[in-house]
């Protein structure tokens, strides 16, 4: 079992900047794919930014250029760092582990993103 703890989200205005952090623990393995996934109302849940334990990243085409994964292995933590926010950005950010060789994939309980225009 992994455990993931969510931090960050909130509300902010267009144009401003949030910081989302996930911290993992229990069964962590080391070859691993950390990330972020967001899901609005009404609407599927989809890959935001994903960073392999080896630093392999993979960003929503949306989000190039505004939106930087990061991560601390030391600390099983992988951080979004958001910038330039716009209101479809609004929705729920789930963090997510995955370890395919073990059959792996945990999900954290969400942080609200709220972006005003």
């Known amino acids: 079992q992994v455990q993931l703890v969510e931090s960050g989200g909130g509300l902010v205005q267009a144009g401003g900047s949030l910081r989302l952090s996930c911290a993992a623990s229990?069964?962590?393995?080391?070859?691993?794919?950390m990330g972020w996934y967001r899901q609005a109302p009404g609407k599927q849940r989809e890959l935001v930014a994903t960073?392999?334990?080896?630093?392999?990243?993979n960003y929503l085409d949306s989000v190039k250029g505004r939106f930087t994964i990061s991560r601390d292995n030391a600390k099983n933590t992988v951080y979004l760092q958001m910038i330039s926010l716009k209101p479809e950005d609004t929705a729920v950010y789930y963090c997510?582990?995955?370890?395919?060789?073990?059959?792996?994939?945990?999900w954290g309980q969400g942080a609200q993103v709220t972006v005003s225009s």
């Open positions: 997510n582990y995955h370890a395919y060789r073990v059959g792996y994939n945990y």
């Open positions: 229990g069964s962590i393995v080391s070859i691993n794919t």
């Open positions: 960073m392999t334990n080896g630093g392999n990243t």
